[in-house]
């Protein structure tokens, strides 16, 4: 998460690409491409990215699928972020995407 899409998204792609390519030569999974990673981190995707707002939507959209959820676990650690990328993104879900998901 950053303060906008196009940030968090370009934080994230490169070690998010880096790590899946790496795990799927082991298991036989194509290379991650930034087509395929584009379409998990839109509106229908499983990747949880983008600012405050995109994020909190995405988090009530999938709840609302699934007939409602109690709690959502961030996976954060494996797209080589810094500590300062992930301090801010955990103090983002904490001031601005919790009181969304929570209203």
């Not at 998204?9 to 990673?37: K, L, M, S």
């Not at 709840?63 to 993104?89: C, K, P, V, Y």
Request: proline share 6%; no cysteine.
């Amino acid at each position: 998460m950053a303060k906008n899409s196009e940030e968090a998204i370009e934080d994230y792609y490169p070690g998010y690409a880096e790590t899946f390519t790496r795990i799927g030569i082991e298991r036989g999974w194509p290379p991650v491409n930034r087509a395929r990673f584009d379409a998990q981190v839109g509106p229908t995707g499983a990747l949880v990215i983008g600012s405050p707002d995109e994020v909190a939507g995405k988090i009530l959209r999938h709840s609302e699928s699934l007939g409602g959820i109690s709690r959502f676990t961030f996976q954060m650690d494996n797209a080589g972020l810094t500590h300062g990328q992930l301090m801010q993104a955990i103090e983002m879900i904490g001031k601005e995407v919790s009181p969304i998901v929570n209203a």
